[in-house]
């Protein structure tokens, strides 16, 4: 039984299993206890400065007044110290909105190598805050301090390991045994899987910050954290602005854009990785093809156009492309910028009008005009430009107007063999009448030939038509054309009843005359007229035969 009183206990230590030699410490626990040896169920002894990795052996006696007992069985436990801190942590935007965490085991998980086993990994997080300071797994707490640890608290918003955590997302390197309430984050024992570990946090808040560390666990206790890292909730970038795509020379091709508005967090902070430029055939097309299969770096690219696609498709010189660009962020790639072309566009054309003779000198603004005129054709209606310039690279050129005909024209531009035709976009301007002469005509019978001088009769014939009106409109008979600023026109006779005082207009096509000089009408005159006079009539009727000889004759008569 156990009436008879103990005296003490003795427990041996060695590094050898049968305690042959080497023993380490014999424990009597009558200096500890003193007369409590017989009043205590439990005896705990704390050995210090042991070698780590070395296995050590106990076992125990009993003693009383007639010696020792027969010894215990015998335990063993290898000396470990706390894990050293997971090693190669990461933490990277993984898609939008989404976060992977690696790390891999301590170099050292308690015994100097990686042979002792892990029983739990430690993930912390804190949002918009880089201080841990109320974790509770505090640097120099409990968690590394106490012997034995302190056990876990329970789900927190630190420890992502505890069941109960949410945004967490299991990674194909989870080993299938894991019960899912752990998240990946806990390998226990014989589970130990691997020398790295994933973990992907998804459903992030844009532009917050996600602050994090990780510790590794053993028997020991748990091990000092890691270097906290952080990294943002980033999303894909918005479109890259005003994409614009320009025909340099013959054969090569520049493009230019701006960075995106928001490159992943709002603003222009977060680092673009790449654009990519695609090229499409038209512009509703679905088919893309890469205009360069490299990633472009930088906000600009100029390249040569007979060059092979990414999928076989050779850019041909003279075929209307449409391009844009895509911008690609550590979250992935983003929505294309506009499209452009790399055909001539048509935007307006200052001034509007010139005479019809030509040699007036227009600015033609648009985009994609090149920057050489060696491969520009400009037409003002059927007619090259007498001469051709550019006044700004891509945007704007100088015309001299070709020689034309009264109304409006069509702009027609080429561009390396890319053109645009612009209805209407052009004018010549209207005949303007100088001068006619002569001023008077003769009777009221016309055929007599006006000389009428102005500007803007065309610098060919295009069968102009003059006319000679007042209420009524009397077209001459005929209308020779001779030069841009002379025709003659046939008088026609004068209706009965008509003015004296008529005006003189010309038109050139759909264009007609306005009067800008004094001269330029013209008036019928009567021709002095003749009646035979009778001496047999009275006084007064040869008074009136006399005075209608110098009168006159608006009748004819």
Known sequence: GTAWPLLAYRVEMSVFSDFSSNTGFIFDSRWIYGSEINSLSFYQYVQTNLT??????????????????VPSNTLQQICIELPKAPRNFKVVVSAPLELTVTFDKPLSTGTGDQSFAISRYIL?????????????????GCYNGKIPPCSLTGDTPFDLGVGGSSGIVYSAGCPNLLDPINKCTRWQGSLDPSESFTMRLHSLTKADTYYFRVMAQNEAGISIASDVISEDG?????PPQSFDLN???TNTFRLDWLVPADTGIGGQSRPILYYIVQLIASEDSTTLTFFDSHNVLQTNLTTATLVNGEQGVTILLGTRYWCRAIAVNDAGRGEASNLDTNGPTFAGLVPGSAPARGGGVVTIRGTNFGTSTAILIVKIGTQDCLTLGILIAQTALLCATPPGSSGLAPV???????????????????????????PLIKGIGGGQTLTVSGENFGTFDTTPIASITNNIRVGCAPTKWVSDSSLQCVAPPREYGAPQNNTVVVRVGSEESTQWAEGSGVTYVEQPGRVRCERSTTDDCIACCLSSCVTDQMSGI
């Open 234 to 238: 980033v999303d894909v970038p918005s």
């Open 52 to 69: 780590i990795g070395t296995t050590y052996y106990f076992r125990t006696y009993a003693v009383n007044e007639a010696g020792l007992s």
């Open 412 to 438: 027609y531009i080429s561009v390396a063999g890319l053109d645009l035709t612009q209805q209407s976009a052009f004018r010549y301007d209207s005949p303007i009448i100088l001068s006619v002469l002569p």
């Open 124 to 140: 912390e997080l804190i949002v918009n805050n880089a201080s841990f300071a109320s974790s509770p797994f505090p640097d120099d």
């Open 247 to 249: 025909l340099e020379g």
